[in-house]
């Protein structure tokens, strides 16, 4: 009778209801705080670089727009969709019903879609500026690159909306009331959103940075030979500098695209063979940290955007 009692049903008036799986207060308030942060600082540094570049006009160029774009969706991945996962994924029992876990499920999938999208975006932009830099003032306008950031939000809005109403069931299942998830209609429908939102994004990024590394490489070895014949031959060792800085630039773009969003693609591969919910949630949450690693990988390694966000703490310090 008192194991009886120790034991904790989600909903205590029905039978389908699952047992909690309590954790201990300790490891509860850690996680919690654990998350929280994580939150925190990815609201706070993708709002830092909104703010820097909204504000001062001379950081009103085509880069920075793509930048503050994907700063945009990262903002809301910190402010929504973190918080939502974090919940989802600490309570024993997920009590707040089918819309909330749809809304859950919407701007989790929308995020993820609109930060790859701007990925996209930036990887083109750069490779226009590295590959065919005399026409990239022609090619890449103010213009063309809001147009291309308004397409890019509005297909991201329309496709995840349709994927969650025609082809995702999104539902707490009656075998258990605890979990909130999604299953795709059909293999083919998971295999063709894989390809969309993961695939191709994937695959244009790494192609367009290897490109834009071979093409700066070779232009580097270029210019550098150049003043070698009229200078010391100490110019060699600042080339082989510069390749090196180049290499490392690209590898930390690559290896954080890679580390983030690699594991949840297996994750929509093998999930039903996996079949743990909680790792589910905990490699999903991998990706969604890489919209902490995006404001410091594309908008902190520019030196203006560096400065403007240490003059706007400033003064924020001295009003407070």
């Known amino acids: 009778m008192e194991k009886q009692k120790d034991v904790q ?46 504000h001062f006009k001379q950081l009103h160029t085509t880069t920075n727009l793509l930048i503050l774009s994907l700063a945009a969706s990262d903002l809301l991945v910190g402010l929504i969709v973190i918080p939502a996962m974090t919940v989802a994924t600490m309570e024993p029992c997920w009590g707040f019903g089918e819309y909330f876990c749809v809304f859950h499920a919407y701007f989790a999938c929308l995020c993820t879609s609109l930060s790859l999208g701007n990925l996209v975006l930036i990887s083109i932009e750069r490779y226009v500026a590295v590959c065919d830099p005399l026409l990239y003032h022609s090619k890449i ?57 993961m695939v191709v994004p994937c695959s244009v990024i790494l192609t367009l940075y290897m490109k834009i590394f071979v093409v700066a490489r070779s232009q580097s070895r270029k210019v550098f030979s150049k003043e070698a014949a009229n200078v010391s031959g ?6 082989n500098k510069s390749e090196r800085k180049a290499a490392k630039t690209l590898a930390i773009v690559v290896f954080n695209y890679f580390i983030c969003w690699i594991p949840t693609l297996f994750i929509f591969l093998f999930f039903s063979i996996l079949n743990d919910y909680l790792l589910a949630y905990f490699i999903n949450f991998l990706a969604f940290v890489n919209s902490l690693i995006n404001p410091i990988i594309y908008a902190f390694l520019y030196p203006w955007i560096k400065v403007t966000a240490k003059h706007i703490l400033s003064r924020i310090l001295r009003r407070s």
């Open 141 to 197: 306008t103010i213009t063309r690159i809001m147009c291309c950031i308004s397409i890019t939000w509005c297909c991201c809005i329309i496709y995840r909306a349709a994927n969650i109403q025609f082809f995702v069931n999104v539902q707490v299942p009656s075998r258990c009331l605890k979990e909130c998830f999604t299953v795709e209609g059909s293999i083919w429908v998971n295999i063709t959103d894989i390809v969309i939102t």
């Open 234 to 239: 100490g110019k060699t060792v600042q080339a």
């Open 9 to 54: 049903y989600c909903f205590q008036d029905r039978n389908s209801s699952c047992r909690k799986a309590l954790l201990s207060t300790s490891i509860y308030i850690t996680l919690y705080i654990f998350f929280s942060v994580i939150s925190a600082v990815t609201v706070f540094l993708n709002l830092l670089v909104i703010i820097s570049i909204s």
